[in-house]
């Protein structure tokens, strides 16, 4: 169970998250007047598969962003105003997500769709910073953990953070070769980062 000491962080936080992720279904929209066009129901509803990818990817990005913030603090203790600003600033990024989805949802196959892209990676480049910061804020030298925290948890979260902002610039650099394919590495990169490392063994609650 989170200390009182983090609790609060921790809620505050989870409300934040549940609030993103919900918003991006709004970019899926209901088709209007799709016999004006001549075409079926079905057609016009598989022709919006870019707002299904961009809804997918930006949907588990966020699940898993989710998921790794509550691992790191089941191994943290003590919260200090460091750790409080570095937790909002991550905050900030989930929170502007949705926007870059929308983008990419209304621009993917069309004019404008590299510029959507650019901006949908650099998001993502951002909140990565701010997972590597908030945890080695806390991590380093063991300065917010607690003494119980598994060392080699500890170690796995190191060791998967450690290349993320490397792996999104790759995806940003992917944009100029191939805008769908740079979506697909940002759904891969999710999956990758559902599993960096082992819960904390040992933790008193």
């Not at 004006?36 to 930006?58: E, H, I, M, N």
Request: a positive charge; aromatic letters at 12%; hydrophobic letters at 55%.
């Amino acid at each position: 169970m989170a200390s009182s000491e983090t609790a609060r962080l921790e809620a505050f936080s989870d409300g934040v998250f549940a609030i993103a992720i919900t918003l991006l279904v709004l970019d899926l929209k209901v088709p209007r007047d799709i016999h004006d066009g001549g075409r079926s129901l079905a057609q016009v509803l598989l022709a919006q598969w870019p707002a299904y990818l961009a809804f997918v990817t930006s949907f588990m990005t966020i699940l898993i962003m989710w998921v790794n913030h509550h691992r790191i603090f089941t191994l943290v203790a003590r919260c200090d105003d460091r750790l409080l600003l570095y937790n909002g600033l991550l905050l900030l990024g989930v929170t502007v997500v949705p926007f870059p989805t929308a983008l990419v949802a209304e621009y993917l196959r069309h004019d404008g769709q590299r510029t959507a892209a650019i901006l949908y990676n650099l998001t993502f480049i951002f909140i990565a910073i701010c997972f590597n910061v908030l945890w080695r804020s806390a991590a380093v030298g063991n300065r917010l953990l607690h003494p119980g925290a598994d060392p080699l948890a500890v170690k796995r979260i190191f060791d998967a953070y450690r290349y993320g902002p490397v792996w999104y610039l790759a995806a940003l650099g992917l944009v100029f070769v191939s805008v769908t394919a740079s979506l697909v590495l940002n759904l891969a990169l999710a999956l990758f980062f559902a599993a960096p490392g082992r819960s904390a063994r040992n933790v008193p609650s």
